[in-house]
């Protein structure tokens, strides 16, 4: 009679296990395949395309003009890393950085030297996708951040740079998902972004100066590209 008992509870305690094995395996397949939008998933993007300069770069003391963003930056290829949280298949939120690769204008580098320079911005970004649930995901987002426009030059064994910063008021985007796979998304998207230089930093042969900018102007940013996004769901 104790050997039967014994046997009875010993099968009933290996088809509890099995059963709570097989229920935590299904749990993981179907948390493996929750499609994209679903919301609880970390978000990972990368952005890139072409930045067209707008607006006027504001004036610093001694300045006789305010100059056009484009005397300075005719243009810009960024690489535009988003890394946030989806809150639910309509609502993200998360951080981006952006490093851009600008292009320098003909005849703001002197004959012989060798000139660059890079636009960085660091933003806090919201997004509100209005079809998650369909192929094509239509969203419009909104960021804020702080912006970085360096430019450097070399010549003749001297060099110089100068970095102008301030912030970023608004940057209003507007793109479309085209899910790939059922954590991958693929798309274009276009961004339109105001902001304000406030302050202009130097260093010529080691000497450097800062100094805020008399006359504060706006500038605009029009960047035309792809996005590429990949949920991981926890």
Known sequence: MVKRSFAVWFGLAVLSVASVARAQSEASRAAAAAPRGTGGALEFGLRTGYGIPLGHTGK??????????????????????????????????????QYAFGFVPDGQCLPGGSCSISDLRLDANFMYHLTPDQPADF????????????????????????????????????????????????????????????????????????????DKSLHEWLVLGVRGSFDVHL
Do not use: C, H
Not at 75 to 90: I, T
């Open 139 to 214: 969203w419009v987002g909104f960021g804020a951040g702080y912006e970085w426009l360096r430019f450097s030059e070399s010549e003749g064994g001297i060099s110089a740079s100068g970095t102008g910063s301030g912030f970023e008021f608004a940057n209003f985007q507007v793109g479309v998902d085209f899910a790939a796979t059922p954590a991958f998304a693929l798309g274009p998207f276009v961004s339109f972004s105001v902001g304000q230089y406030r302050s202009l930093s130097y260093d010529l042969g080691g000497q450097s100066q800062d100094q805020n900018l008399v």
């Open 60 to 97: 610093a003391a001694g300045d006789t003009s305010d100059d056009k963003l484009s005397t300075s930056i005719s243009g810009e290829v960024p690489l535009w890393l988003d890394v946030g949280y989806r809150l639910n298949p309509n609502m993200y939120l998360g951080l981006s950085f």
